[in-house]
């Protein structure tokens, strides 16, 4: 098993609440697009503009099939679009961890 761990910090507290809508359009999106299951989770504490998208899967070749879908997506582009300006690109992570 597979887990998928997207840190993405937004640039202020408006904007994370203006990027959060287009976040839960992206989860969706992905679901539909590539049959993957991605949760939003808030921190508790820490930074309160941080969220994560986390995805499971069974193997690395399931998620290179979903990214390689949706990287050729055009709706998917639109919505990044709208998310960049709102996100503080320097405080991205992205973790893969194996179980």
């Known amino acids: 098993m597979y887990t998928f761990i997207r840190e993405v910090s937004f640039k202020t507290m408006a904007d994370m609440m203006r990027g959060l809508p287009v976040a839960q359009r992206m989860v969706k999106h992905y679901k539909e697009v590539g049959g993957v ?33 949706i990287a050729t997506d ?6 990044l679009g709208e998310m960049g300006p709102l996100v503080d690109g320097g405080r991205t992570n992205d973790q893969l961890w194996q179980s």
């Open 37 to 69: 299951d991605i949760q939003i989770q808030r921190a508790l504490s820490g930074s309160p503009v941080c969220v994560r998208f986390v995805a499971q899967l069974d193997s690395l070749d399931e998620w290179q099939r979903v990214q390689s879908k």
């Open 74 to 79: 055009p709706e998917f582009h639109k919505m």
